[in-house]
């Protein structure tokens, strides 16, 4: 109340004030170089030791991702939890690249006013894959529907989230795509026995989205596999989407309607090409 007083009135000069300055005559002690402060400094330089304990667990890029994947061949290679940051940078990237890609085919079917027979602009088409910041490079469909032919192992499969990997031995799991036909056929360990299944598959090209159905497995119920990648032994496996496929790697994860934060096992899988007949023959 004394202060709104005061300044509701002019300010006249009040020759009796003082302000305390008590405190700066040491001021000049504490601003010696002789006294020594605490401060909060940490050296980030590249190469130093903070410097890598805060990089070391992050993935830079799309190119890094592939490497951590290829090399973890086995348990122990690579810890499981870069492994999944590796296939979730990559997923990261993939989405980037598929928005880019929709946004690419929404101002392609844009149209375009004319005015006096004359379009009041050109319609712009953007040439090449679409690529991101992190190095991803999204496949054309045609050229995932055919590299995506072939034999293939299973290397590894890996939750949403968390350090949920499961690694595969060479001829554990594997399954051959015969993009002629359309078909494929799949092998897989269920207790002690060796189950066979076969069935058609469509590539879907927008979504980059293989969807199987299962026509014949040899346990009668759906094997490994389709337990594996569905949770369940029915005729549809759960469809899977291509992230990247080559001449070296295929990179899959379980294709969601509605994309949630829920952790699901088994949502990515890494499969490594072979030579048709590696183990598609053994098992005739």
């Known amino acids: 109340m004394e202060f709104m007083n005061v300044s509701s009135e002019p300010s006249k000069p009040d020759p009796s004030a003082t302000i305390d300055a008590s405190a700066l005559m040491n001021m000049g002690a504490l601003m010696s170089d002789t006294k020594v402060y605490n401060t909060a400094y940490i050296n980030l330089d590249k190469g130093g030791k903070y410097y890598d304990l805060l990089t070391k667990n992050v993935v830079r890029g799309a190119r890094e991702a592939r490497g951590i994947l290829l090399k973890a061949q086995t348990s ?13 940078a990559l997923s990261r990237e ?49 050229d995932m529907r055919e590299n995506l032919g072939g034999e293939w192992r299973l290397q ?19 399954q051959t795509f015969d993009k002629q036909e359309e078909s494929w056929r799949a092998f897989s360990p269920v207790a002690f026995l060796k189950v066979v299944e076969e069935g058609t598959y469509a590539f879907e090209d927008e979504r980059r989205v293989v969807r199987k159905t299962r026509s014949s497995s040899d346990d009668g119920a759906g094997g490994f596999l389709t337990s594996l990648l569905s949770g369940s032994g029915g005729e549809r496996i759960s469809d899977q989407q291509v992230m990247s496929v080559d001449s070296e790697v295929c990179i899959t994860r379980r294709w969601e309607q509605k994309v949630t934060s829920d952790n699901i096992k088994g949502y990515f899988a890494v499969w490594r090409r072979v030579d048709v007949g590696t183990y598609s023959k053994a098992s005739q």
């Open 156 to 174: 590894l499969v890996a939750d949403k989230k968390g350090e949920g990997v499961k690694y595969f031995d060479e001829g554990t799991a594997w």
């Open 76 to 88: 122990g290679q690579v810890e499981r939890l870069r492994v999944v940051q590796a296939l979730q």
């Open 94 to 142: 993939f989405d980037r690249a598929m928005a880019e890609e929709e946004e690419r085919r929404r101002k392609a079917m844009r149209k375009v006013p004319v005015m006096d027979g004359m379009a009041l602009f050109d319609q712009e088409e953007e040439e090449g894959p679409c690529t991101t910041e992190g190095g991803f490079v999204l496949s054309e469909p045609e």
